[in-house]
């Protein structure tokens, strides 16, 4: 299927990119998503703004223990070492092997995932395990909104049509983070039926932070509050990583049935999962 008609823009600012949103634009970044949608014409936009063109969204940079992604930094850009310093690095280098395949990898964004929220998407459930912060630009100003309130449902978000996402903000992860990202998907080029992703700190034996997100185990991506709650505290061990899966399972997820996969067999691979992922961020 083709694409209906519609008209094209390649805005060379910011200010011209957030004009044309007020005017009814839909935003291409990667375009891995938005240009599928509009093959299948499931979408049919009026006007494309295509943002490529804009000096200064695709920078990648750390500044007072935050580190800023830019609209435009690729998907790909994750996978070379040290592209992000220390454990938060090794995290996105984790998750990154999961996205798709290559190609897409290569022109797919980090900040174009959140912006369309797939509730599978591996970069929004670390986004909300991180406390991560998004920016949205539009003609009436700049506002942030904490990751934990911008996703509201499947393809849903604070966003407001005329508002355009230009870069996300996370701390950075203390020196003695251990990290780990897994995913469970029915074939190589499929969503994930559940990934996990982890972040844990363990001084003097005792595990004293605990970040866990979770992708496509509800509506929208989720932090694992009471997973985590669970762990602060113990010891790091595989009994208390089995009991946190298990949390995660039936308090904090709500998973919804899809082909090959009920509910219950979708609890399980959550509770399995977060165990696993907790043992390979704290070896035990």
């Not at 299948?40 to 992604?69: E, F, K, M, S, Y």
């Not at 978000?157 to 780990?180: I, K």
């Not at 509506?219 to 009471?226: F, K």
Request: proline share 8%.
């Amino acid at each position: 299927m083709k694409p209906t008609a519609f008209d094209y823009l390649a805005p060379g600012t910011v200010g011209e990119a957030v004009d044309a949103l007020a005017a009814g634009a839909q935003v291409l970044a990667g375009g891995q998503s938005l240009l599928l949608e509009m093959h299948l014409q499931r979408v049919h936009p009026n006007l494309v703004a295509d943002i490529n063109h804009i000096p200064g969204l695709d920078a990648l940079t750390v500044a007072d223990g935050t580190l800023t992604v830019g609209a435009l930094v690729r998907h790909k850009t994750f996978e070379s070492p040290g592209a992000v310093p220390g454990p938060l690095g090794d995290l996105f280098g984790r998750a990154v092997a999961n996205i798709a395949h290559p190609p897409i990898r290569a022109r797919g964004t980090m900040v174009g995932s959140l912006a369309w929220a797939h509730p599978a998407s591996e970069w929004c459930a670390l986004a909300v395990a991180l406390d991560a912060v998004v920016e949205l630009r539009s003609t009436r100003g700049t506002r942030e909104v904490p990751a934990g309130d911008y996703f509201l449902g499947p393809f849903r978000t604070a966003r407001e049509p005329d508002e355009l996402l230009t870069a996300v903000r996370y701390p950075l992860l203390a020196p003695d983070t251990g990290v780990a990202f897994t995913e469970h998907r029915r074939t190589g080029f499929s969503f994930a039926q559940v990934a996990v992703g982890a972040a844990l700190t363990i001084r003097d034996g005792v595990i004293t932070e605990a970040r866990i997100g979770l992708a496509n185990c509800a509506d929208r991506p989720l932090r694992a509050h009471a997973a985590e709650r669970a762990l602060v505290g113990s010891g790091p061990s595989s009994p208390v990583f089995a009991r946190a899966g298990e949390t995660a399972a039936e308090q904090d997820a709500a998973p919804v049935p899809e082909p090959y996969a009920d509910v219950d067999y979708r609890r399980h691979v959550i509770a399995v999962l977060v165990a696993r992922t907790l043992r390979e961020a704290a070896p035990v």
